[in-house]
């Protein structure tokens, strides 16, 4: 099994990325090697060769977004690779079971029940990558209840520094973050620069991630358990078994509302890039302490 991430000139987004790979290889008793999309190595290829002949290779991919490393780069890594049959599973993605994580991590940063949220995305020149962010804003306000906005860290306005200074602008006494990141680097040093009163770490290692992650290899084995059976699909491939233990819940589905996707005005700005951060809604959750994760 290969657990990929973007990869980070911070050794401590490294050390998230090897930390995982050791915790999701704990929750499923099977072996987890990292691998990297971009900025170091070892690559996705260069792990898929070492995969022993005969066993199917898994590769999860530990993306919050389906952005240009999952559509492409990834494809071609396993092409690269010479093992067409790797299956790999969906990313992380904006799945509302994160919106815990999100709480947790602003909780810990000391963020109050009357500050404004802002959450804090990598940013992509892709509508449906920033729409993926937007749902993750969504989710947390849910759980919240309270509006969360969007700010992003690059290639989409408005900025990190910009939503803090909107919800200022708009009253707010106090302003905390939140961090859609996985893990420490340049990112994460835009959020702690942005001016919020409280700036959260990135998920990181934190439980709901792992069972994430848990999850997609579970479906993953019972998609293609279910393709060796009458009717199923005729290309899938065999994975290892894994322990089957309980899911993390979806928060979305207790959500009394969730706001709309819009931006504030509801219309592009003349000469400007169109600003993604919609009004989504937080506090008072009070977050329980985390269990069975190592620390990221």
Known sequence: MVLTAHGTRDPAGADVTR???TALAARLGLPVHPAYADIHGPTVAEVLRRAPAGRTPVLVPAFLGSGYHVRSDLP?????????????????????????????????????????????????????????????????SRLLDRPVTVG???????TIAEAVADARA?????????????????????????GADA???PLGVHPAVVELLARRV??????????????????????????????????????????????RS???E???????????GWPPAQPGPERGASPG
């Open 218 to 263: 579970r479906e993953a084995a019972r998609a293609a358990t279910d393709a060796g059976r009458p009717g199923g699909r005729a290309d899938a491939q065999p994975v290892p078994a894994v322990a089957r233990r309980g899911a993390v819940s979806d928060f979305g589905r207790s959500a009394s509302r969730s706001a709309p996707a819009t931006s």
């Open 152 to 158: 992003w860290a690059a290639s989409a306005l408005p």
């Open 19 to 21: 930390t995982l790979a």
């Open 266 to 268: 509801g219309r592009r």
């Open 76 to 140: 071609e890594q396993v092409r690269l690779s010479g093992r067409d049959d790797t299956i790999t599973t969906p990313p992380l993605g904006a799945d509302p079971a994160l919106a815990v994580a999100l709480a947790d991590r602003l909780a810990q940063a000391g963020a109050r029940p009357g500050d404004a949220v802002v959450l804090a995305a990598a940013g992509s020149r892709d509508p449906a990558a920033r729409a993926e962010s937007v749902a993750a804003a969504q989710a947390l």
């Open 199 to 201: 700036a959260a770490d």
């Open 170 to 194: 708009g009253g707010a006494d106090r302003v905390s973050v939140a961090a859609w990141l996985l893990a420490p680097g340049l990112f994460a040093e835009r959020v702690r620069a942005g």
């Open 270 to 280: 003349p000469g400007r890039r169109e600003r993604t951060a919609p009004p989504v």
